[in-house]
């Protein structure tokens, strides 16, 4: 009874089923049977959580570009492992603002790190003022130019750290 009740119900929908609860061979049970789709997607590199980590990664090669600063430095995990980092401050904007500024970090770190990146390294972009103004496109290609450049080393001077403390001005 029960099986001929699934089997019209089986018939409506797509895919077809396969397996019958009740154990009646006859029955199309249900559950469907869904095409096998073997996904070849580049992994997506895992992300940077520590402070520690963005810390020590302030500590590398640095890659200014006008949207953002790109910051790698070696991880010291496996030779493959790539793991990505996104700051922005509050100096750039409200939280609406620096969100839309990381979903669009984020994207482009998921499209370009897997063939443009540094194995083995650490990268953190940092969201510059002029970041969530610029084109999309014209990031890629800042971000990709900024990666040949880590690649070939070839980082900006590293930056004059100012005194803490009380200024002397007057």
């Avoid at 669009?104 to 443009?116: I, S």
């Avoid at 290609?141 to 040949?148: C, D, I, K, S």
């Amino acid at each position: 009874m029960r099986c001929q009740a699934l089997r019209a119900d089986m018939a409506r929908r797509p895919f077809g089923l396969a397996g019958c609860p009740m154990g009646s061979p006859n029955c199309f049970g249900p559950f469907p049977l869904r095409p096998q789709r073997l996904i070849y997607r580049t992994m997506k590199p895992s992300v940077l959580r520590k402070r520690s980590d963005f810390l020590a990664a302030n500590k590398g090669l640095r890659v200014a570009r006008p949207g953002f600063v790109l910051l790698a430095r070696p991880n010291g995990l496996d030779d493959d492992a790539m793991r990505y980092g996104i700051t922005v401050t509050k100096r750039i904007g409200n939280a609406v603002v620096r969100n839309r500024m990381k979903r669009r970090f984020r994207e482009l770190l998921w499209a370009n790190l897997p063939e443009h990146g540094l194995a083995g390294h650490d990268h953190v972009l940092i969201g510059r003022d002029g970041g969530i103004e610029r084109d999309f496109t014209k990031l890629g290609e800042e971000l990709r130019t900024a990666l040949t450049r880590a690649h070939e080393g070839k980082g900006d001077p590293p930056r004059a750290r100012r005194p803490r403390g009380k200024s002397t001005r007057k």
